[in-house]
């Protein structure tokens, strides 16, 4: 299974830190931001599983960016705040966060509330809400899910099959990050969602492996879907979102 990778909040650089060096020393991905800028640079990068946002960010309400962060994805907000009075917690969750943690706090206390929530929000759901329509490009192809256009380097577009279009989005949405085969079906709601059935792994690499008859140069030496040794499949290649 892919390891989790977490966005840290914090305009205190030595708070962001700690935070960040805590959370990867646990087994986390960790990337730490300082700003609104920060966030979404972050987010056009690939995949996000969790943010821990503080209240204050200087000149920013960290209040509000949860909420228009909560109105275009889905994907699990902690608040962390010295404020933690109960109206000021209530205010958090009424701003769209899933949990909030008071400084000073236990940095153990903070692993447990990091693996409760994406315990609850489940791999599946974070997987899903990347797979909303946006624009992208990736290793010269244009793909636009909304037309449901593949556009190659050379300016033609590739037709796909539906279940072709639901698998490159799962990619695409999960850049140089490899995925299981039960986390790409699940994410392509394959059979209402993934399971153990060898035979849908099966499905899933035949599935694999028309893609790759479509965009790669050499399908049988793939350069951008590759094979994950004792995991699955990887895109390998930056994904620039556009919009």
């Known amino acids: 299974m892919a390891i989790p990778r977490l966005l840290v909040v914090d305009d205190d650089k030595d708070m962001c830190a700690m935070m960040v060096g805590w959370l990867q020393r646990n087994g986390f991905s960790v990337a730490g931001v300082h700003d609104s800028a ?68 236990n940095p153990d206390l903070l692993v447990a509330r990091v693996r409760a929530v994406l315990s609850r929000a489940h791999r599946a759901a974070s997987l899903a809400y990347r797979r909303r329509a946006r624009k992208c490009e990736f290793a010269g192809w244009q793909f636009d899910p909304r037309a449901a256009r593949l556009r190659a380097p050379d300016g033609f577009d590739v037709a796909l099959s539906a279940r072709e279009h639901q698998l490159l989005q799962v990619l695409l949405a999960n850049p140089e990050i490899p995925l299981t085969r039960e986390e790409i079906a699940c994410a392509m709601d394959v059979d209402g969602g993934a399971t153990a059935d060898p035979a849908e792994g099966r499905a899933i690499d035949v599935l694999i492996g028309r893609l790759r008859s479509k965009i790669e140069d050499n399908p049988k030496d793939p350069a951008l879907i590759r094979t994950a040794r004792g995991v699955g499949y990887v895109l390998a290649c930056r994904v620039e979102f556009l919009s």
């Open 38 to 105: 920060g966030i979404a640079e972050q987010m056009a990068q690939g995949r996000v599983d969790l943010i821990l946002l503080d209240v204050m960010l200087g000149d920013e309400n960290g209040l509000r960016l949860c909420q228009t962060l909560r109105a275009e994805h889905d994907v699990p907000i902690i608040m962390v705040s010295a404020l933690s009075a109960d109206d000021q917690r209530m205010a958090g969750y009424r701003a769209g966060a899933d949990d909030y943690v008071a400084k000073p706090f």
